[in-house]
């Protein structure tokens, strides 16, 4: 019996889940009877604007979008998806060959390996960075080789420090800006010196703009595939999931390369059926309706980070106000290990974070804080922490 039950090789090469024991000390917390603040998840907490519900509640009424979707997505959902791209960042896509739908980017994320990674073949995934990049990449087989994100640099990676032998086995290379966990961003002159790098090494550069746009103070993120010849070795993951509200809906899409894409369609034609169409619809409605509600959700994160950076260096902490994303990236304080302070805050105060470290080992020295609940709650943690001596 045990020998049958035994997992995969794959499966127990992936990283051990660092968040176990927060998670214990967070539902001891909860069973104490402490009234807890969870900034530790990434999910927003307001709502799918209303014409987006309505559109879905339609659209499952009728028979017609009861059967199997198409595998690559709606013709009209993928044409609004490159609509919307090329009114937000001037670029355009052929909708049938440069534009595919997926079930949230993170199955999209997942999935690539699967079509170019041979067991042999090294990714470089960034450190800290959202862990599916890593887990993908060990899934397929492949080697995960870390790219380092310092605060020095603005938590962009030097790709150029990255070792020739390394390099030569190199196939694919994630970025993610604006970034989870940092909040960085990274500006046209990054971007154009990775596209030139992924030219120059034959690499797919998968870009991950699931925060695009979320952004303060006026600042508008720009697209990877706005750099000139981009789209010969590029594609960039969009998410309906953080834009609108949309995590519990599953819908996102790439666009790019049109081989790239293919490859990963391949896998996806092979492994799931699709977005349910009344999704696509609602997807359609979301990115072509009123877009009032996006810079309403941004002006919403911005004064919950308003609060909490400015509250926390009123009592002595040292935050930088993050430009974008809906994350604040914290430097621990002093004598601190990032483990260390986020158990002190949810013992002692209540308030969940989660450790930098769990995000890669250059995550240490930073916590993540979410800024997904009601800014009220946002000043009450800032008093509690204040209550702290530290
Ligand atoms: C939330 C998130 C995603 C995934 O979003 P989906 O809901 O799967 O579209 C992808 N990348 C990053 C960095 C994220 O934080």
Redesign the pocket.
Known sequence: MEKRILHASRLRQLPPYLFVEIDRLKLEAVERGMDIIDLGV?DPDLPTPPHIVKRMAEAAADPRHHRYPSYEGLLAFRRAAAEWYRDRFGVVFDPAREVLTLI????G?GHIPLAFIDPGDTVLVPDPG?PVYQAATVLAGGTPHSLPLYPSNGFLPDLESIPLDVLRKTKMLFL?YPN?PTAAVAHMEFFVQAVDFARRHQLILCH?A??SEIAFDGFRPQSLLEVEGAKEVAIE?H?L??TYNM?GW?I?FAVGNAEILAGLGKVKTNLDSGVFEAIQLAGIEALRGPQDCVAAHCKVYQERRDVLVEGLNGIGWNVPKPQASFYVWIPVLPGYTSTNLVKRLLGEAGIVTTPGVGFGQHGEGFIRAALTVPVARIREAVERVGTLNF
């Open positions: 990434g949230g980017s993170k199955e994320i959202y993610n989870n991950d699931a925060y993951y998410s999931s953080k995590t599953r996102g």
